[in-house]
């Protein structure tokens, strides 16, 4: 096999927020085809390693790879060229409450894109299709359940058929069978689409299910990364309690809102 470098890596990443250090020393890697889970409290910085990846923030030190560049080094035109092969899915699905099922996956496709609109028409019609979702073209946002909308914004990540998707609390606001559908999901089109994966998450039954790897931030630090197996078996006191849900255990109600300012 050949060599290939990772699809992001982040390198001693330090971020903070005026006097809240959220990422303090945060290195990672995600190889090619990985689905990195990201576990960690509400407030721990989860999105945020989302958002250095996309380049919406820029870290106070250290550097943030996808491939072989440097996102916090590119300049604006690029950047935009390089997030074209990065699919987000927004933590509540974030579709254009005015557009339609099918204008809303077309965005992507008519802002960076020369296709025609029977080429567009196409590709939506496909995306719509591997999600389970060809029927609800023409219906609003507004008319689908949380589920629905989940699937719509999953097909809108596809479109641009990126090398990585970002997947921002993907089962958040679900109840728990259709977040194991939606987990399914993410796990079928991530293989089928040989794409690269991220998912953050505060939800173990989900982590575990998609994850093929794992890493858990805690106070600003990856205090572990492991496969599935590794993890259960943790000896980190901290890990432990955060996979057993128990209230006994280093972890204190609040205490990430303790280190942060907000
Ligand atoms: N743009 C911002 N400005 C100031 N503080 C922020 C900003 N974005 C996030 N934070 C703070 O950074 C910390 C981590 O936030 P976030 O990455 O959203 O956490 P998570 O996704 O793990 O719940 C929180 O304390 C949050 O209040
Ligand atoms: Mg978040």
Known sequence: MTERPP??????????????????????????????????????????????????????????FFKQFEIS??????????????????QYSALLSSRNVRDNIALPLEELTRDTP????????????????ADVKDQMPSELSGGMRKRVSLARALVMNPELILFDEPSAGLDPVISSVIDELIINLSEKSKVTSIIVTHEMDSAFRIGTKMAMLYRGKIIEVGTPDEFKQSRDPVVAQFLSGSTEGPILEGSQDAIATK
């Open 118 to 133: 029977a080429e567009i028409d196409k590709i939506v019609d496909e995306k719509l299709e591997m999600v389970g979702m």
């Open 73 to 90: 080094r590119l300049r604006r035109r690029k950047l935009q060229q390089i997030r074209t092969h990065i699919g987000m899915v927004y």
């Open 7 to 64: 699809v992001v890596e982040l390198r001693n990443v330090r971020l903070q927020f005026e006097d809240n250090k959220v990422l303090d020393d945060v290195s990672l890697a995600v190889e090619p085809l990985e689905r990195l889970v990201i576990m960690g409290q509400s407030g721990s910085g989860k999105s945020t390693i989302l958002r250095l990846v996309l380049g919406i923030l820029t870290p106070n030190s250290g550097s943030v």
